[in-house]
């Protein structure tokens, strides 16, 4: 089992940055993969990006890609997101998500509010 808390999210204007951060608690060597999605108000919860914990390879959504950085680190107990030049189409709240072969474990998520 894994407990996430993530941390970062806050109000900014457009063509600013924020950096999130999802710490990972328990059984984190068990961890598959660690990602991120958003969801925006009336909108259904969508993919933002992923990697893989063990090869460290990464999948992100063609809106953020060039905008947005997953990165994990050296202990690989904390996933990061580090986007850029943010749009007020990424406003939303952002949740940590893990996969440990068929279990999937959530964050309790971040807002996200971009200024234009």
């Known amino acids: 089992q894994v407990q996430l808390v993530e941390s970062g999210g806050g109000l900014v204007q457009a063509g600013g940055s924020l950096r999130l951060s999802c710490a990972a608690y328990?059984?984190?060597?068990?961890?598959?993969?660690m990602g991120w999605f958003r969801q925006a108000p009336g909108k259904e919860r969508e993919f933002v990006a992923s990697?893989?914990?063990?090869?460290?390879?990464?999948s992100y959504r063609d809106s953020v890609k060039g905008r947005v950085t997953i990165s994990r680190d050296s202990a690989k107990t904390t996933v990061f997101l580090q986007m850029n030049s943010l749009e007020p189409e990424d406003t939303a709240v952002y949740y940590c998500?893990?996969?440990?072969?068929?279990?999937?474990?959530w964050g309790q998520g971040t807002q996200v509010t971009v200024g234009s």
């Open positions: 990697i893989n914990w063990n090869a460290g390879s990464t």
């Open positions: 998500n893990a996969k440990l072969g068929p279990y999937e474990y």
């Open positions: 328990g059984q984190t060597f068990t961890i598959n993969t």
